[in-house]
């Protein structure tokens, strides 16, 4: 039994080795180090790719993380826990998204599952729940992308989104309902 603990002790140990790298990191760069700063840039941008890209599109894609890491390096020192950078960071980067694309209802997120390997009905599927995502309001394809695609866990979805674990689980409920409700619908 001891063994079957091992693997997953140790993959415990590197996710939490990991985030007190980071957590060193954001706390040097609040210090004014900027080799720090572009070690957090380094680390995150694919994260801040993945929360972008559905909200912008390619074509805005460098602008909102430019915007994104600009608002950081001015307001790193305004991050009270610096444990809680990557929710911090992510809900900067949801802000500025929505500033660099004007809401218009029902505005089509970018598909970024569709490759050209894929099988035709993955296709059909990814295009059936990209139209259900897109008929959400945009706090439910908030919650979902940031819950289903990035999987962040409830306590950094509330810290993201400024609100309690309770109402998160409410929320992500409530929108996962939504979501099926819409699929049912786009079936037709």
């Known amino acids: 039994m001891a063994d079957a603990d091992g693997p997953m002790n140790a993959l ?73 950078f990557i929710p911090w960071l992510s809900r900067m980067c949801l802000h500025v998204c929505y500033k660099l694309r004007p809401e218009t209802p029902h505005q089509e997120l970018k598909d970024v599952a569709v490759t050209v390997s894929d099988e ?3 296709v059909a599927a990814r295009v059936t729940l990209n139209r259900a995502l897109n008929r959400l309001e945009r706090a439910d394809r908030d919650l ?16 993201t989104l400024r609100l309690p674990v309770g109402t998160v689980k409410s929320k992500l409920s409530t929108a996962r309902a939504r979501l099926r409700e819409r699929l049912n619908l786009s079936s037709e």
């Open 120 to 122: 035709s009905d993955q």
């Open 12 to 84: 415990v140990k590197t996710m939490e080795t990991q985030k007190t790298d980071l957590t060193e990191v954001v706390v040097k760069a609040r210090q004014g180090s900027p080799l720090a700063f572009e070690q957090l840039v380094e680390r995150t941008e694919n994260l801040l790719k993945k929360i972008a890209f559905p909200i912008v599109g390619e074509q805005r894609l460098a602008d909102a993380l430019q915007e994104t890491y600009l608002l950081v390096f001015r307001n790193l020192h305004q991050l009270r826990e610096p444990g809680a």
């Open 144 to 159: 979902l992308i940031l819950r289903e695609l990035l999987d962040f866990s409830y306590q950094d979805l509330a810290y």
